[in-house]
């Protein structure tokens, strides 16, 4: 993204060049810009800052409701599950349980907005240790 004082610096720039008589496209092609994008930074009246980080985005009608995403972090969380990637919890899930809680890509999503507080270790002989707080 283009900063606002970029945007305006390059716009003074195009219009100066613009000023002693060169064309719009080659005064923008000078500062590596097209013209479509410096006509979308002036296109009412000033320089625009970027809408993109304000932008009101709305929720897929595809996304993980509370208790999908509840569901998918009690099992992540289980014991017998805790050493695996999702990619194996689903298959196991699968597997020994018939139980589908969504695809492997779903079962990245609650887990990345997950705050860990503990690592969990688990031993060889199947002891669970939970010791030093995570680094996350």
């Not at 625009?48 to 929720?59: D, G, L, M, S, Y």
């Not at 009608?61 to 805790?82: D, V």
């Not at 270790?121 to 030093?132: F, N, P, Q, T």
Request: charged share 25%; proline share 9%.
């Amino acid at each position: 993204m283009v900063s606002a004082s970029d945007r305006r610096r390059a716009v003074e720039l195009i219009e100066q060049a613009q000023q002693v008589g060169a064309r719009l496209a080659p005064a923008c092609e000078v500062l590596g810009l097209s013209v479509r994008t410096v006509q979308r930074w002036t296109c009412e009246g000033g320089v625009r800052e970027n809408q993109r980080p304000t932008a009101v985005r709305p929720k897929p009608a595809n996304a993980l409701s509370p208790e999908e995403e509840q569901a998918i972090l009690e099992a992540c969380h289980r014991p017998e599950f805790a050493p695996l990637p999702p990619e194996q919890i689903v298959v196991r899930l699968l597997d020994e349980e018939q139980c589908y809680l969504g695809s492997v890509s779903s079962c990245y999503v609650p887990c990345d907005y997950m705050p860990v507080t503990s690592r969990v270790i688990i031993c060889l002989d199947g002891a669970i240790l939970c010791s030093e707080p995570a680094r996350c």
